[in-house]
């Protein structure tokens, strides 16, 4: 798959429905950085009229997974990946426009490498943060991602 906007949001569509149908949608990806956005609207809301938890957990993990895949792909190795773990903070109600980003390419980069050339299972913990339209942290997210050369 190219990863481009249009192609990542069809993957979402036809491998994880449940992301697009909550509102999950890319803004940007490159090697070093992805950036997804959800907006807070009756269908993913909790009972206290702010974004549900399973939500906001979804986004910043598709936000460190894509990342993961476009740097594996651009590997050319054929490496598995998995979440082994994942902590979340919630400092704020999420009300809006919720943008979730990972920057931690450069780290993606150099664990598929030691991976590659020590044949031997790497983890990584990706950082995401969920930020409202002032720029406010609303939630934090660390998943651990376990790679494997296949």
């Not at 054929?78 to 390419?105: E, P, R, W, Y």
């Not at 150099?110 to 913990?125: D, F, H, R």
Request: glycine fraction near 8%; charged fraction near 15%.
């Amino acid at each position: 798959m190219e990863f481009s906007i249009g192609n990542i949001n069809r993957f979402l569509l036809w491998k994880l429905p449940s992301a697009y149908l909550v509102g999950i949608r890319i803004k940007h990806i490159d090697a070093d950085k992805s950036i997804f956005s959800v907006k807070h609207r009756w269908i993913n809301q909790n009972p206290f009229q702010s974004l549900y938890f399973g939500v906001q957990a979804m986004a910043a993990e598709i936000s460190t997974g894509v990342l993961v895949m476009k740097n594996i792909k651009d590997s050319g190795a054929n490496i598995s990946m998995l979440v082994t773990h994942q902590q979340g903070t919630f400092t704020k109600k999420a009300t809006g426009m919720i943008t979730f980003s990972c920057t931690d390419g450069a780290i993606i980069k150099e664990v598929i490498s030691q991976a590659i050339t020590t044949g031997q299972p790497q983890t990584l913990i990706l950082k995401a943060n969920g930020l409202n339209e002032k720029g406010e942290i609303v939630s934090h997210f660390d998943f651990h991602w376990g790679l494997k050369v296949r």
